[in-house]
């Protein structure tokens, strides 16, 4: 019987049931159990012995996968190499026809079986054709009571119709489910980027930019252990980790030459390393860290790289990193580069700033001695050289009473320097005392002024005070505040409250003076001093103003205490 031939030669209940395995078969998605169902389904309607599907490369040219069934696993072990499609099996390759042979030996290009293969005889040969191109070969042997037959070859012939319409359903659902997944594995990582880089580039203080930047890293790449490595001059050195912590930290310094994260560096681009105990060698070594994969991607802004992102070790199954890890660090380290790139803009900005303010406050210090003690100490010397010289003893006289009135201003004026500097209230009594006595010493220069100052000591703590650093901070804030007030604001009346409750200090200032536009930069060192002080005792501090409206300062910071040791 040739393939052509009637339907209902097959028989009504082999026919029923290739529709039934066909109705199955169609239905799977799985392209692996669409195999599995294939051959199960074959044996049974054919009452093969064997049952095999050899699957083709992509050039057609041999088998790449060989799938069997009926083949006990300990037999198969010994087989050895899976077949590639030689001899009875390579001639379905060449040409795409079923092949009925009672005896596979009497075949021409029959090669024989390997050492330890099952004897076979009959065998029976079908192509899967997806639109008319070869996927693999079905192949059966040693029917079950007898040869195989034309019916045999017919039922198979229908049964790889309907195993090529599963087959192409079952790729064309897993392309579509592998494209879906894909997308979602992008859609994440964008919006994992999306959020990092928003969280990352509204922080401008450097180091908690890169602590923030060197967690969120790792979070989004699953590392083990992620460090930030910072290019100074010709080196790389550690400036932030997450994670498990290398033995030697932030000491580990890498050159940009002959080094692979200095390669990173310098080159720009990214790599991924699946052997990270011999090529990373030198940074591991200088890490004191064991890693046996890395990924690292440079921090480039603007064709300048800064530094390098390293991440080391995956934390899943797979120590290595995959490439959609590769990508999304590639993504985060451009973002966090433009934000590393601000941050030290702005650190570069602030400390310019913070040294011209520093360079205008000894001006002002030199202006002050210049002006008042110099001159008039030049005065007095040339009074009493002029005395001197006239020879008249009553004028001498006066003029050396003259000369010790003007000493003792002088010695008023020097005092009032050194009260500036550091008022000796605030070393003996404390920072409350140092206060008032400033607020006695400027308020008949300028506005009214209303300070209290409430701290946790003065109700019950009679034995500690706060640290030395903290209350020297404290009372250049309020110092600060009042010359400001004082040069510029114009202001009739001016309130100081300073509070500790619950560990916590909080510092007021605010005045009914003219105000000014906060985002106008004419000066404004004082203010920025201010900010300094309070961000080096670990503290915020907020400005609100406007022109017309006055000027509120308000800083916050944890209050530190220290035990006073009783001398009495």
């Not at 390579?90 to 795409?96: A, R, S, V, Y």
């Not at 009959?122 to 019916?151: M, Q, S």
């Not at 790729?171 to 959020?195: C, Q, W, Y």
């Not at 080196?235 to 200095?262: C, F, K, M, N, T």
């Amino acid at each position: 019987m040739s393939k052509d031939a009637p339907a209902e030669a097959l028989g009504a209940d082999r026919l029923w049931e290739l529709i039934q395995a066909g109705r199955g078969l169609v239905a799977e998605l799985d392209l692996d159990r669409v195999i599995n169902r294939l051959l199960e389904v074959a044996r049974r309607v054919t009452g093969a012995h064997y049952a095999a599907l050899g699957v083709l490369n992509e050039s057609r040219s041999e088998l790449e996968r060989f799938v069997t069934l009926g083949v006990d696993p300990e037999v198969r072990r010994q087989i050895g190499d899976l077949p590639r499609g030689r001899g009875i099996l390579g001639l379905l390759i060449e040409d795409p026809q079923p092949l009925l042979l009672k005896d596979i030996g009497d075949h021409p290009r029959s090669y024989g079986f390997p050492p330890g293969h099952p004897p076979m005889r009959g065998f029976l040969g079908v192509p899967i054709l997806i639109r008319g191109e070869a996927f693999g070969n079905l192949y059966l042997a040693d029917k079950e009571g007898g040869d195989f037959d034309e019916a045999d070859e017919q039922a198979v012939v229908v049964l790889a119709a309907w195993a090529a319409i599963a087959v192409d359903n079952a790729r064309l659902f897993g392309e579509a489910a592998e494209r879906g997944d894909a997308l979602k594995r992008a859609n994440r990582a964008m919006h994992a980027i999306t959020t990092i880089a928003r969280a990352v580039g509204a922080e401008t203080n450097l180091d908690l930019l890169l602590d923030l930047t060197v967690k969120r890293a790792r979070a989004l790449v699953g590392g083990r252990t992620v460090v930030i490595w910072l290019q100074e001059g010709d080196e790389l050195r550690v400036a932030a980790v997450a994670g498990d912590p290398p033995r030697h930290g932030r000491q580990a310094r890498l050159p940009l030459v002959g080094s692979v994260s200095g390669e990173v560096a310098r080159s720009g681009r990214v790599e991924r390393i699946g052997e990270a105990g011999a090529a990373l060698r030198l940074s591991l070594d200088r890490l004191g860290l064991e890693a046996t994969s890395a990924l690292l991607a440079p921090l480039a802004f603007r064709g300048a790289v800064s530094g390098v992102i390293a991440a080391y070790d995956h934390l899943g199954a797979d120590r290595r990193f995959a490439a959609e890890d590769e990508e999304m660090l590639k993504g985060f380290a451009a973002s966090a580069a433009t934000a590393v790139a601000n941050a030290q803009t702005v650190e570069a900005d602030r400390m310019r700033e913070t040294l011209q303010a520093a360079e205008q406050e000894r001006q002002r210090w030199a202006r002050e001695l210049h002006d008042e003690t110099l001159q008039g100490l030049a005065s007095l010397a040339v009074s009493l050289r002029t005395a001197r010289r006239s020879g008249d003893q009553e004028a001498l006289g006066e003029t050396v009473d003259a000369a010790v009135g003007q000493i003792q201003l002088e010695i008023a004026n020097l005092r009032s320097l050194i009260t500036q500097l550091r008022p000796a209230a605030l070393d003996d009594l404390g920072v409350k005392a140092a206060i008032e006595a400033l607020v006695d010493r400027l308020d008949p220069l300028g506005p009214k002024i209303d300070a209290r100052v409430d701290l946790a000591y003065e109700h019950g703590r009679a034995a500690s005070r706060l640290e030395p650093d903290l209350e020297a901070m404290l009372y250049r804030f309020v110092q600060e505040a009042l010359n400001n007030v004082i040069a510029h604001a114009d202001a009739e009346s001016l309130r100081i409250d300073v509070a500790e409750r619950e560990g916590k200090l909080t510092i007021v200032v605010a005045d009914d003076g003219r105000g000014f536009d906060p985002g106008a930069r004419t000066g404004g060192f004082g203010l920025l001093g201010m900010r300094e002080r309070v961000k080096l005792a670990g503290g915020a501090m907020e400005c609100k103003t406007a022109p017309g409206e006055g000027t509120i300062i308000r800083a916050t910071l944890a209050a530190r205490h220290r035990v006073i040791t009783s001398t009495g």
